[in-house]
T-cell receptor
């Protein structure tokens, strides 16, 4: 079973920051937080991952709380192309299997 | 670098037939994982291959099998197809060390009639 809890859907206005929450209260010290997104009928696209520090790349920022029990993915300036299902995944270091939950369906509103 | 490629992209089969799907990983990647995605069960892990050996396996019946070639390309086979095997089959590759980031291909959409 997935070890994360995400809201089933969210709306965000185009041009605004999209903040997608994820709860992973049972996370262990050797588990990373990964984010992927899946645009309709395409393969999941890797976004970002982190262990305990906040991370930023060209796509997004990942904010992990100090106790590591939750995190937030931030898309700084959402566009219509960011409409997708976003998956938050907890993954053991060294484990090749990804267990996907149901994700959050993000709707970007024009 | 070219991404993960999967062939064919779409496939229609009938019950009882068998099917083979192909995946070419990103150049230099040695690990290939397979996933099945259905509306009811979501994305589920099938198996993972590294250096031509199955390194990890999900909870699927023996009708689902795979292999990896020396050039890291991988195939998965489903025998005696059932209606419930209709799904998007996704392949992901990673450099090879355990737990590295996986990059997904576009998938093969299989419809079983």
């Amino acid at each position: 079973d997935a070890k994360t809890t995400q809201p089933p859907s969210m709306d965000c206005a185009e041009g605004r920051a999209a903040n997608l929450p994820c709860n992973h209260s049972t996370i262990s010290g050797n588990e990373y937080v990964y984010w992927y997104r899946q645009i309709h009928s395409q393969g999941p696209q890797y976004i970002i991952h982190g262990l305990k520090n906040n991370e930023t790349n060209e796509m997004a920022s990942l904010i992990i709380t100090e106790d590591r029990k939750s995190s937030t993915l931030i898309l700084p300036h959402a566009t219509l192309r960011d409409t997708a299902v976003y998956y938050c995944i907890v993954r053991v270091v060294g484990d090749d299997k990804i267990i996907f939950g149901k994700g959050t369906r993000l709707h970007i509103l024009p | 670098k070219a991404g993960v490629t999967q062939t064919p992209r779409y496939l229609i089969k009938t019950r009882g037939q068998q099917v083979t799907l192909s995946c070419s990983p990103i150049s230099g990647h040695r690990s290939v994982s397979w996933y099945q995605q259905t509306p009811g069960q979501g994305l589920q892990f099938l198996f993972e291959y590294f250096s031509e050996t199955q390194r990890n396996k999900g909870n699927f019946p023996g009708r689902f099998s795979g292999r990896q070639f020396s050039n890291s390309r991988s195939e998965m086979n489903v025998s005696t197809l059932e209606l419930g095997d209709s799904a998007l089959y996704l392949c992901a590759s990673s450099p090879g060390d355990r737990g590295e980031t996986q990059y997904f291909g576009p998938g093969t959409r299989l419809l079983v009639l």
